[in-house]
């Protein structure tokens, strides 16, 4: 299946499960893979066969900067859940979501967490 890909893109949020990351807040990056079927926009090149890249991004940063949470990997469900409302047209959701500023006890080093979903049957 063909695929959509956002990369690196940087939000300010809240999340973190101390307190001083609640108050103080950090920047968050996130990388979005959208798998979709786009054999239809490759032969009209028409925008309304495809999805609006600018609409994913908003989407994302809405869920990442409006709801705080203690765990990156619940902000993460929450980014793929959102992006499954915002277009029927997407099947499966790759994301990554990078924490540079971790509270890590070493000098240096980065934290992510990455989750894989197919969308879920429609009932």
């Known amino acids: 299946m063909d695929a959509i890909h956002l990369e690196d893109l940087a939000f300010f949020a809240y ?3 101390y307190d001083e990351e609640a108050k103080l807040g950090q920047r968050f990056h996130v990388d979005l893979t959208c798998w ?3 054999q239809k926009v490759c032969e009209t090149d028409e925008y309304a066969d495809t ?6 991004l908003k989407t994302v940063e809405t869920a990442v900067t409006e709801t705080r949470f203690k765990m990156i990997e619940r902000l993460a469900a ?3 859940e959102a992006v499954f409302k915002s277009d ?3 099947q499966r959701i790759r994301i990554r979501v990078h924490k540079p500023s971790a509270p890590l006890p070493v000098p240096t080093g980065k934290v992510s967490v990455e989750l894989l979903r197919d969308r879920p049957p429609q009932g």
Do not use: E, K, N, T
């Not at 999805?51 to 994913?56: G, K, M, N």
């Open 15 to 17: 999340h973190g499960l």
């Open 36 to 38: 979709i079927d786009l």
């Open 51 to 56: 999805v609006c890249y600018a609409s994913l």
């Open 78 to 80: 929450q980014v793929i």
């Open 88 to 90: 029927d047209r997407i």
